[in-house]
């Protein structure tokens, strides 16, 4: 649990009068003893202070500091230039796209046939039709 001092750390601690010797009790005496009540619990609350928390000495954390300044600034840096060159294609591509649709646009988007093959066609339906002569005496020239 956080403190505006550092961390704090709760531990309970099982203690039992059970012998004199320094060795461990084994699971079956453990569990005998809990059994029998001879057990104390007791609660310690441990308190790491910040200062206590740094494995790092001072000197070396602004090295450490200014090293990943340094890394920050590089990755920073080739970002900013990746996105102005990103901006600089898009830019060019944009100009394109509208000199291509400029282009397009004062060609005009014309439908049908052009005016020649419209007449080529009325001249050829003329001739192969059955009143070929009336046309052409409508054209001739006195």
Known sequence: MPTSFGMDAWFTLSVSCVTTSTDKLSKEEWTAVTAQKNVEDIRLK???????????PEKNS???????????QAK?????????????????????????????SSKGMKTGYPLYVLLLFMVISAATSRNFDKILGLFEVQ
């Open 62 to 72: 602004n090295r450490m500091d200014d090293s990943r300044t340094r890394d920050l």
């Open 76 to 104: 920073y840096d080739e970002l900013l230039n990746y996105t102005l060159d990103v901006e600089r294609k898009k830019k060019t591509a944009d100009t394109q796209l509208e000199h291509l649709t400029s282009s397009m």
């Open 46 to 56: 441990i308190v790491l202070k910040a200062s206590e928390m740094s494995p790092i």
